[in-house]
């Protein structure tokens, strides 16, 4: 329904569907697998809050902690009513905050908590992380719904007053799609020409409609001058501390967003080899007469170069933009980031970061129904997508129910064509059972190695997409735990009778699982899969020391 009349109508008709007994763990879980979906209209993607209200009026006969756990991770907001006979420690375990967990008598005294619950809907709290979940290691990566990001926007006269209403809606869409708050997503920006100049800092506002009502009343700063690596300098010491509002140091993930129009009269390096040890992670969008070299030295990878010729053109970047802004993980200072992406040419270490080694996982059971041509076909697409070859990327395909079977290693083939060619006689595995746990750890020890074409210990990003129709039979938890130690970065694909809360313990954040109702939906998450697995960020701590001798050896810093 669209209209509130519509819903109203819809409730004072609803009748008791009846029943004994009360299975409320498993109601938890089918509304996470039905209802909090893209397909149902859930816009858990464009950052909108989602909100669970339970009212019970009993003790769950079955476990609701597994199911509840889930939702939370899914960063859905539970509320739990209780009335007459409903158990209070459920109620609480169930509950996003104890807050949220709300008892009455009977019935008939709803309206005495009716205002509580609609204030607590009207500002929800921050979903909690679910610290008691067994097999689930916490991971930086798993704080990414909290970032702090910092627009520096040139303000000369490159973009003048014309242009910055098209920067402003630029700016405005972006923010609208992220999910503003204290403790979710911070917005901090500055503006600068031969100076810079600070708008409102991250924690100046905590609103989205504050943010925007900002954005839509800047005015432009004026002059002729870029000095554009002072401006990365002065966000740097203004912006990125923790009492302009940074979170660093909590290890929230911080990224810069430049905007320039024009070329810096001043070095751009020094600043930007700063940003980078400090761990934020630098995206540059150039406009017009923005000098493409200096935009590389500034990103921190290729792949967060946008350009454009005019300011009109801008939305065709916004969701190239948007994709690694909302997904990806960096490090905090201290910790080394590997970056999918293509390579600079003048460095051999970083030609070996941005190679890819990718490994589909596909549920090959009767499960999976008539639907595994259209599976194969999807295959096929996104490998079209890819840059395939020795030193670039390399695909294997693994498919699995009750035991896994490897189709082709990494070092298979080294051309698109020849890779292409094999999936196209790809053929269903069948079985009944769907053991994704021993395939997982089937992958991890037998794939993604050496002997099998990994490059994995020369630096390349190591990813893992599974493709599944069905709930497993085994346990996931500790294969997934070993999938992430070893580096590897799964992306998860359920469509069917998929468990979204099994989904959850296998990739490193939601942002990594696409729900779909059936595999018909594929190609509707192609170009987003693509976006991912070409702008991942690895985070892994440091392992080794550097043993290279320096030129100016009587120098050290103690």
Known sequence: YSSEDEIRSHVEGLRLRGGTSLNTGAALDYVLRTHFTRPSGSRKEEGVHQILVLVAAGRSRDNVKPSADA???????????????????????????????????????????????????????????????????????????????????????????????????????????????????????????????????LNTYTSKAEILRRVKGLKLKGGTILNTGAALDFVFQNHFTSQAGSRKDQGVPQFLVLFTGGKSLDAVKPQADALKRAAIATFAVGVRNADLAQLQEIATDPNLVFSVKEFNNLPNVQERVMTPLSTLSVPTAGESTRIAGEPPVTNEKASLARQRDIVFLIDGTLGMGKAFPLVRAFLMRVIQELDIGPDKDQIAVVQYSHDPKTEFELNTYTSKDEVLAATTQLRRKTGRVLNTGAALNYVTKNVFITSAGSRRDTGATQILVLITAGKSRDDVGQAAFAVKRAGIVPIAIGAKSADTSELLQIVYESNFIFKLRDFRELPSIQKELISKVKTVFIVEEITAVNTEVLPEVSKRDI
């Open 71 to 201: 939702l939370k991770q899914a960063a859905v907001t539970i509320f739990a009513v209780g009335a007459w006979n409903a158990d209070q420690g459920q109620l609480r375990e169930i509950a996003s905050d104890p807050s949220l967990s709300l008892n009455v008598q009977e019935f008939h005294s709803l309206p005495n908590v009716q205002e509580q619950v609609m204030m607590s809907i009207s500002t929800p709290p921050a979903p909690r992380e679910s610290t008691n979940a067994p097999t689930v290691p916490i991971n930086p990566a798993q704080k990414a719904s909290k970032r702090d990001i910092v627009f520096l926007i040139d303000g000369s006269d490159n973009v003048g007053n014309t242009n910055l209403i098209l920067v402003h809606d630029f700016i405005r869409n972006i923010i609208e799609n992220l999910n503003i708050g204290s403790d979710h997503v911070r917005v901090g920006l500055a503006q600068f020409s031969y100076n810079a100049k600070t708008e409102f800092y």
